[in-house]
C-alpha cells in the first residue's frame, strides 16, 4: 500500500520559517496533482497549495501567497511546502495528499503551531 508521510511541523514564533516534507512509500503510479492541506483547529480542512503533475503548474490559496511555496524533488519523490513569515492563523494540522489514476492518498499530517 501506498503511504505519505508528512515531516517538518513544531511550535514556532510567529515570523519564523518552516519547510515541511511529504515522502512517499510504495507504489505511486500515474500521478495526476500533489498537494497540501490544512486543518486548524475547531475549522474545516482547506486546501493550502498543490502542483499539477504535468505541466508544474502550482496554486495556493488566498491566505497563504506570497508565503508559501510548493515544490518537488523528482529525484528523492518528496513534495515540500515552504512556509515563511507564519502567522497565527497558519496553526494547523498540515496534510500532504497524491490524487492518482483512481486514487487519493493522505499522509498522517504533521503539527504546525505558530504562537508568541
Known amino acids: 500500500d501506498v503511504q505519505l508521510q508528512a515531516f517538518g511541523g513544531g511550535l514556532v514564533q510567529p515570523g519564523v520559517s518552516l519547510r515541511l516534507s511529504c515522502a512517499a512509500s510504495g507504489f505511486l503510479v500515474d500521478r495526476y496533482a500533489v498537494g497540501w492541506y490544512r486543518q486548524a483547529p475547531g475549522k474545516k480542512r482547506e486546501g493550502v497549495a498543490c502542483?499539477?503533475?504535468?505541466?508544474?503548474?502550482?496554486g495556493y490559496s488566498d491566505s497563504v501567497k506570497g508565503r508559501f511555496t510548493i515544490s518537488r524533488d523528482n529525484a528523492k519523490d518528496v513534495l515540500s511546502l515552504q512556509m515563511n513569515n507564519l502567522k497565527p492563523e497558519d496553526t494547523a494540522v498540515y496534510y500532504c495528499?497524491?490524487?492518482?489514476?483512481?486514487?487519493?492518498?493522505w499522509g498522517q499530517g504533521t503539527e504546525v503551531t505558530v504562537s508568541s
Open positions: 495528499k497524491a490524487v492518482t489514476r483512481g486514487d487519493i492518498y
Open positions: 502542483i499539477w503533475s504535468t505541466e508544474g503548474d502550482t
